[in-house]
């Protein structure tokens, strides 16, 4: 997991200079999800938030069809991503815990996102948006998503719940 130097995300400028991925990583990803579905590249995708328990850090947005998931790592299965995120933040925070939750509100929208202590596409140094279509035309998302399909299938497959025998 990358970690921002102190005071980063406070300068504008700083952060805008940020390569994409640690841009859209840390602090514009509900702008990252917006986009995508504001033009989404796939069909069936929706948001998620990962919300933090009360006084820690953590939160992220990402969107998902159910079983494979897109953020600025690109796409992967949707477990995969929430394992990989709780094991990042609780590692070095004891006591981390978060929720899920699905997306209610348009997450491009400056007052729906300040509401929820993020900044809308007008408060960054420049124009988020295209910056995010950008990043997100980079990307090949049929094969990427049929990669990530066939990794969520597999770990679906390995899954095996304890059965109780009914005899």
Known sequence: ??????????????????????????GACAILAGTFLKHPPLEGFYGERIISDEGF?????????GLIAFDYHGYCARERLLEHHERS???RNTGWHCAIAKVDFDLLDK????????????????DPIPRARRFLQRRNHAE??????????????????AVSDPT
Do not use: C
């Open 144 to 161: 990427a998503a049929a990669r990530a399909l066939g990794t969520a299938t597999t770990l679906a497959a390995d899954y095996r719940p």
């Open 89 to 91: 933040w609780a590692s």
């Open 111 to 126: 007052t729906e996102l300040n509401r929820r202590k993020m900044l809308g596409p007008d408060q960054y140094l420049h």
């Open 1 to 26: 997991m990358y970690v921002l130097k102190h005071g980063i995300k406070k300068n504008p400028e700083k952060r805008w200079a940020l390569p994409d991925r640690i841009f859209f990583g840390h």
């Open 57 to 65: 850090s953590g939160n992220h947005i990402y969107v998902t069809n």
